[in-house]
């Protein structure tokens, strides 16, 4: 074979090997911690995108309810929808029909069996409907369809976890969702005053409610706090869009997880606890300027302004906002635009390694739930408060 032949054949399979990668950046200047994710797909801008996605409006679940924050939805088999929300210090979840009609509430604010502090997930497994509170570190189950209380798990668990060989470091644990009947997903979140460490560590375990069979399932910063000085005093606050841990438990029990400072998507395997694929895209960070959040209209108090005023921020807002998966093994990440009112929702089928399609849609209208191709919104009705919209998702192939 010529020289020239042995070059054109190279040539060739470099480029088939780019096509069959997604990728035309040199796999060396990818971040060190990308490069050594394992089974990286890499996405571009000009990945090709198999379909077109709208939504279409279909049911609005209010009721009238006046609900402050909804901390999570779920449907079941018949399509009846399930939300936790928060009002005025109560904690129920509301039960509607699929066509918008209200049925029932469970649980109040309390301790005792069937009462709540916090409603952080919502899930529902083999008839029956789990609530995972993460302020009283338990989990209600309540059979369904009748909505009886049928057990209580406490999580009450706080473990020394080894970070390094100098110090060991305290931890709070936070259920997130069930694995399988004995089980379970843990959160587990470094114990700290973040005006002296806005850093924290978060920890994702799988182990059973005694707290036995620990198995370290992945790791990730916990979320950034930005700190000012408070008359001499160090003094910590959020940011509007905070730097953070994103994650979400697909109904096939993978997590897939991301920090918010970019668009880098890994999954695990909830069973056991192997790393899935991992998503990868460079995308534009956009600078964060102080005088938005510090402007005298969003504080009518003097010293917190101060606070503000004195504190050193990140030079870039987070890259990503929200992940959340759905029943077909797809993956939808929602990436900031810079005017931060719109959200790009990038859909990843986790099927083929690809992307399947994006749709932007008004940081208003964040994705909740999906399944069976209806995509639920958690959104505010006129005087502020939340409610839930359902939408019907069409989606038209690319030709």
């Known amino acids: 074979m010529s020289y020239y032949s042995i070059f054109i054949s190279s040539v060739i399979f470099l480029i088939v090997m780019i096509l069959n990668t997604g990728c035309t950046n040199d796999p060396s200047a990818l971040p ?12 571009t801008d000009q990945n090709s995108t198999t379909y077109s996605f709208e939504l279409e409006k279909e049911v609005v679940f209010d009721d009238s309810l006046l609900i402050e924050n909804i901390n999570g939805i779920t449907t079941d088999s018949n399509g009846q929808l399930y939300i936790a929300g928060e009002s005025w210090g109560k904690r129920q ?18 301790t005792d069996m069937g009462e709540f502090q916090s409603i952080d997930n919502i899930q529902i497994e083999n008839e029956e409907l789990l609530l995972f509170d993460s302020n009283l570190q338990r989990l209600t189950s309540f059979s369904l369809p009748d909505r009886s209380i049928s057990d209580t798990l406490g999580f009450n668990k706080s473990i020394d976890l080894e970070e390094d060989k100098k110090s060991l470091l305290n931890f709070r644990s936070e259920p997130v969702s069930e694995i399988d009947n004995e089980n379970y997903l843990m959160k587990f979140r470094q114990i700290r005053n973040p005006a002296y460490e806005p850093d924290g560590i978060l920890y994702f375990i799988r182990m059973n409610h005694n707290g036995e069979e620990q198995q370290k399932v992945a790791e990730f910063p916990d979320v950034s706090y930005v700190v000012g000085d408070y008359a001499g005093s ?29 668009f880098f998507v890994r999954s695990f395997s909830l069973d056991d606890g192997s790393e ?24 009518h108090n003097r010293q917190l302004l101060k606070v503000r005023e004195s504190a050193i921020y990140p030079e870039y807002w987070p890259v990503l906002y929200s992940i959340i998966s759905d029943d077909q093994n797809r993956i939808w990440v929602s990436k900031i635009s810079e005017n931060r009112e719109n959200l ?20 208003s209208k964040n994705i909740a739930h999906i399944r069976n191709n209806k995509v639920y919104t958690i959104e505010r009705d006129d005087m502020g408060f939340e409610i839930v919209v359902r939408y019907q998702l069409i989606t038209r192939e690319n030709i």
């Open 276 to 299: 899935g694929n991992s998503y990868y895209f460079s995308a534009e960070q956009f600078s964060l300027n102080p005088d938005e959040i510090n402007h005298p209209r969003f504080s």
């Open 32 to 43: 060190e911690h990308v490069r050594n994710s394992k089974n990286l797909v890499v996405l």
């Open 344 to 363: 790009e929702w990038w859909i990843i089928d986790d099927n083929n390694q690809e992307v399947a399609g994006r749709i932007t849609l008004p940081i």
């Open 93 to 110: 979840v509301h039960i509607f029909q699929s066509d918008g009609n209200y049925l029932d509430s469970l649980g109040v604010f309390g």
């Open 234 to 262: 160090p003094a910590a606050f959020s940011l509007p869009l905070p730097h953070k841990t994103v994650h979400h438990v697909s109904p096939c029990n993978k997590l897939f997880a991301a920090h918010t400072s970019e």
